[in-house]
T-cell receptor
Framework: GESVGLHLPTLSVQEGDNSIINCAYSNSASDYFIWYKQESGKGPQFIID?????DKRQGQRVTVLLNKTVKHLSLQIAATQPGDSAVYFC???????????FGTGTRLQVTL | EAGVAQSPRYKIIEKRQSVAFWCNPI?????LYWYQQILGQGPKLLIQ????????DSQLPKDRFSAERLKGVDSTLKIQPAKLEDSAVYLC???????????????FGNGTRLTVT
């Protein structure tokens, strides 16, 4: 069935560097995408979302890029900090559906 | 604003026993979701409520799982009898709208970690 997946299960970056977390999706009808951050023992925390009619959206230290041609979504974190260490999930939703489909997650490890 | 509240935080039971989880969504959020998150995986939707009505329960194992949202606010999720494979974190989420929408995302609680032995 349609699914959302991630290329890398674990990403290790040095503090201060930029991080890029990638996500591939397979449902071309998806029109809404969202990134969540999940720290150990906590629920997923909203980071940023984007509609399918957008290519890019920026937040505080984070940028989401959407490439519909290749069905690819990425999350960029600028100046990565130790507090950014967590598992990051992308999720997609189609317009008429009422549920998000989550990928399996990428673990971001920030080294000092 | 207060977040989604869930209890208990942890629960350990033996297989074939029953267990119940409770969720209080963000005030004013009409839509409530229960997700199951197995270790190392993304959350999987079990059931979605719009006010006190069920919108989607297609992935709920109805032979053992049940959920209700009386009065359209708090919700409980029950498992009876539990199996070993039910060991997971059960997450409750809420949102303003019935469909996940730009700038109006799902907000999650911290979940209940269930261990079935």
């Amino acid at each position: 069935g349609e699914s959302v997946g991630l290329h890398l299960p674990t990403l290790s970056v040095q503090e201060g560097d930029n991080s890029i977390i990638n996500c591939a999706y397979s449902n071309s009808a998806s029109d809404y995408f969202i990134w969540y951050k999940q720290e150990s023992g906590k629920g997923p925390q909203f980071i940023i979302d984007i509609r399918s009619n957008m290519d890019k959206r920026q937040g505080q230290r984070v940028t989401v890029l959407l490439n519909k041609t290749v069905k690819h979504l990425s999350l960029q974190i600028a100046a990565t900090q130790p507090g950014d260490s967590a598992v990051y999930f992308c999720a997609e939703n189609t317009g008429t559906a009422s549920k998000l489909t989550f990928g399996t997650g990428t673990r971001l490890q920030v080294t000092l | 604003e207060a977040g989604v509240a869930q209890s208990p935080r942890y629960k350990i039971i033996e297989k074939r026993q029953s267990v119940a989880f409770w969720c209080n969504p963000i005030s004013g959020h009409a839509t409530l979701y229960w997700y199951q998150q197995i270790l190392g995986q993304g959350p999987k939707l079990l059931i979605q409520f719009q006010n006190n009505g069920v919108v989607d329960d297609s992935q709920l194992p109805k032979d053992r799982f049940s959920a209700e949202r009386l009065k359209g606010v708090d919700s409980t999720l029950k498992i009876q009898p539990a199996k070993l494979e039910d060991s997971a974190v059960y997450l409750c989420a809420s949102s303003l709208w019935s469909i996940p929408r730009y700038n109006s995302p799902l907000h999650f609680g911290n979940g209940t970690r269930l261990t079935v032995t």
